[in-house]
């Protein structure tokens, strides 16, 4: 009865390779979210989704792209990965769209690049 | 934009004891507040909030405290268990842009 679920949960792969990181949520929730966390923890938004609609799209590489099929759905594409892109991934949903509106974490994809 | 400080990045204390985790935010017009919790190979998860409309809420040995005019805001865990050790990460939100912005983390290790 995972409520976010990501997959998957380790994906260690070499420098000029695509990959995809799949998201479920069963929440119900209208957003969806993809954070990257760093060696340092530091938390950052990448993407958000509102019922399929892109709503955030920070300043990222257009290496990555997000693809989001149904509200209860959000995948992340990355083409020529980079050494740079090691890092854990976690997707988020929340009921409301907006920051007031609590998240609701997976429990991460971590990426390695070599 | 938004620059959320916390401190302090590490805490260990004594089972029993009581940890505070302090956080800052910039923009004025922040009025949501999360905390989150994150064990190790798992993802954040939410804790406790708060709006800006109450200055204290406590939920058992957790409570936050919100000063808005100082703009800062704190986490308090009253007797400290092992199963506390974890990362804790203070968010401030961003009306104008819909973005969470997350502070730093601070490790807390709660020693038996």
């Known amino acids: 009865d995972t409520a976010v679920s990501q997959t998957p949960k380790y994906l260690v792969t070499q420098m000029g390779n695509d990959k995809s990181i799949k998201c479920e949520q069963n929440l119900g929730h209208d957003t969806m979210y993809w954070y990257k966390q760093d060696s340092k923890k530091f938390l950052k938004i990448m993407f958000s989704?509102?019922?399929?609609?892109?709503?955030i799209n920070e300043t990222v590489p257009n290496r990555f792209s997000p693809k989001s099929p149904d509200k209860a759905h959000l995948n992340l594409h990355i083409n020529s990965l980079e050494l740079g892109d090691s890092a854990v991934y976690f997707c988020?949903?929340?009921?409301?769209?907006?920051?007031?509106?609590?998240?609701?974490f997976g429990n991460g994809t971590r990426l390695t690049v070599t | 934009g938004e620059n959320v400080e916390q401190h302090p990045s590490t805490l260990s204390v004594q089972e029993g004891d009581s940890a505070v985790i302090k956080c800052t935010y910039s923009d004025s017009a922040s009025n949501y507040f999360p905390w989150y919790k994150q064990e190790l190979g798992k993802g954040p998860q939410l804790i406790i909030d708060?709006?800006?409309?109450?200055g204290e809420k406590k939920d058992q040995r957790i409570a936050v405290t919100l000063n808005k005019t100082a703009k800062h805001f704190s986490l308090h865990i009253t007797e400290t268990q092992p199963e506390d050790s974890a990362v804790y990460f203070c968010a401030a939100s961003t009306p104008n842009t819909d973005k969470l912005i997350f502070g730093t983390g601070t490790r807390l290790q709660v020693f038996p």
């Open positions: 708060i709006r800006s409309n109450v």
């Open positions: 988020a949903s929340s009921q409301l769209t907006g920051s007031n509106s609590p998240l609701h």
């Open positions: 989704y509102n019922n399929k609609e892109l709503i």
